[in-house]
């Protein structure tokens, strides 16, 4: 499911990022969040559209937990 959204819109990805959103899976809420570091891990990428300067790490958690 997290792969496949695509329903990001003004109301849900005010910034137009598309790392951020909410899924419904059995009933349960989950959250995903992609981050997006240098290669070393340590900080912010420089420049997270060049895949040369940039890990992406996806988070995915239950709602309830957060």
Request: proline share 6%; glycine share 2%.
């Amino acid at each position: 499911m997290v792969r496949d959204f695509k329903d990001f819109r003004e109301g849900n990805d005010p910034h137009q990022e598309h790392d951020f959103e909410c899924v419904i899976l059995e009933n349960e809420k989950f959250y995903f969040k992609i981050d997006y570091y240098s290669p070393d891990l340590h900080y912010a990428s420089e420049d997270p559209s060049d895949p040369d300067k940039t890990y992406r790490v996806l988070t995915i958690m239950r709602a309830n937990e957060y």
